[in-house]
């Protein structure tokens, strides 16, 4: 039971529903209730899918492409702080864009928020704990822990419709939180980077 709880603690650490919450949030102002429950599913449905993915067969394509643990880091790492510009830089921005605009590029920015939650820096998560726990053919560590972390996002993000209001325009206090999201998010890089170098050079 220990080992479960661990990884679930373990991939929800990851994936972040706060930070998701508010990426989510900026990805789809000016959407309806509806379209933005959907939107939550799917995003939730790709990410679940996969970390799944990583869970079964993560250390296998890893392995088969030369590709170690340390530099799929590194490689994570990179990704989490280009997404943590680009939310400090939308956060920047005075004016939200027109609705019908966002009625079409939903899609495309809700790509951030998956690339976030199942970033190489979770997924690498998700093979070490898989790797760990692997006594027999399926990592049902691993898999409980991704279905379990997904669940509670997918309720985050779920709640954050049912309870939000319909406001176009960002205010100054959402701004703020954005950007403090954003710098988060660059710390979290820096770390999976840096945590990926030192154990490349020194394993």
Not at 143 to 160: N, P, Q, S, T
Not at 173 to 196: D, E, H, P
Request: hydrophobic residues 55%; contains cysteine.
């Amino acid at each position: 039971m220990q080992h479960y709880t661990q990884a679930i603690i373990t991939i929800l650490a990851l994936v972040n529903p706060a930070i998701c919450a508010q990426m989510f949030a900026d990805a789809t102002r000016g959407q309806s209730k509806p379209q933005q429950y959907k939107e939550a599913i799917k995003a939730a449905f790709t990410i679940a899918i996969v970390l799944l993915i990583a869970a079964f067969a993560g250390t296998s394509v890893l392995h088969a492409f030369g590709i170690s643990l340390p530099a799929f880091s590194c490689a994570g790492g990179g990704i989490l702080i280009w997404i943590g510009v680009q939310m400090i830089i939308s956060a920047q921005q005075s004016q939200a864009p027109p609705t019908e605009q966002l009625s079409t590029s939903t899609s495309h920015k809700t790509t951030g928020l998956v690339l976030f939650a199942a970033s190489p820096g979770t997924i690498t998560g998700v093979i070490t704990v898989a790797a760990s726990h692997h006594q027999s053919l399926i990592p049902y560590i691993a898999v409980i822990g991704v279905i379990v972390a997904m669940l509670v996002l997918l309720f985050v993000l779920l709640a954050f419709v049912a309870f939000s209001k319909e406001q176009k325009e960002p205010t100054m206090v959402k701004k703020m939180v954005t950007s403090y999201m954003g710098v988060i998010v660059i710390a979290m890089g820096a770390q999976f980077m840096l945590s990926g170098v030192k154990a490349f050079l020194f394993s």
